[in-house]
């Protein structure tokens, strides 16, 4: 079948951004995204194989999810609906992170806390190797059986402890990043796909979302060094309230994501 005509059955089953069809023809094809331009013909096992993942798209589910990994920081991530697939504004936190500790080269303890599916600690210590010394920790089992699996695939050696929140973490780090559950219940703006394919214990904290920054305001001066930095993740409208929360005994930052959203929290301690 010529390429033209299977994209266009494919678009039409799969009722999916043209962008997540890119993504799906070059998994399949195993090919760049800049060589679609010159595929002519599609041979009937790859297509069988797009016709099976668009009608996963079709059902709503994410095409993450139906692949089974994304791409992040340059890793490959396996993911389900178990665990929540990392965002790019996650990637840009990760990034930032990385970046710091690649121009400040001394070894340092980093606490990936609320880990999901482990990209970001597993991305730390891919880029950071040695100079990164990575604890990951998650209270859902499939998030702990996910890092683990990551860690593995990505052949980076980090501690990985299920714990809700820190009841089970010992000691001080120089970094806590931590991309906690911020989604209010019942909040209109989530994608039905997101509500329908992904895990609620990742997504919603009651409080208004705002549930585990508190608890961090409360306790995460007990297991940073003083210098030590910890960088949240949060919701579009959030990041003023955060902010105000660590007021007392830490200095803070607000940065923009790509977007010019006020997405990231970084809290100095003193």
Not at 122 to 127: A, F, G, N
Not at 133 to 148: C, E, V
Not at 238 to 258: C, G, H, L, R, W
Request: charged share 25%; aromatic share 10%; with cysteine.
């Amino acid at each position: 079948m010529d390429y033209v005509t299977c994209r266009n059955k494919i678009e039409s089953l799969a009722n999916a951004d043209s962008s997540d069809i890119d993504w799906l023809f070059c998994e399949v094809l195993k090919i760049k995204r800049s060589e679609l331009a010159r595929i002519k013909i599609i041979d009937k096992t790859d297509y069988k194989k797009l016709v099976y993942y668009a009608k996963k798209l079709k059902r709503g589910m994410p095409l993450s999810i139906a692949l089974g990994f994304t791409e992040f920081c340059d890793n490959t991530i396996m993911v389900s609906s178990k665990v929540l697939t990392p965002r790019f504004e996650t990637e840009e936190l990760t990034s930032l992170v990385i970046k710091e500790i690649l121009n400040n080269p001394k070894p340092v303890k980093v606490l990936d806390l609320c880990c999901g599916s482990g990209a970001i600690g597993v991305s730390i210590k891919k880029k950071c190797k040695s100079l990164a010394n990575i604890t990951s920790s998650d209270i859902s089992r499939h998030a702990i059986k996910f890092t683990k699996k990551n860690a593995k695939i990505n052949k980076v050696d980090i501690h990985i402890i299920k714990s809700d929140m820190f009841k089970n973490i010992w000691g001080h780090f120089d970094y806590i990043v931590c991309n906690p559950p911020y989604i209010s219940y019942g909040d209109p703006e989530v994608q039905k796909n997101v509500n329908e394919w992904e895990p609620h214990l990742a997504l919603y904290a009651p409080e208004n979302g705002y549930k585990f920054y508190k608890i961090l305001s409360q306790q995460a001066k007990n297991y940073l060094f003083v210098g030590g930095k910890l960088c949240l993740e949060v919701g579009h409208t959030m990041a003023k309230t955060v902010a105000q929360m660590f007021k007392d005994n830490y200095a803070t930052n607000i940065i923009k994501d790509i977007n010019g959203i006020e997405r990231f929290v970084i809290i100095t301690k003193k």
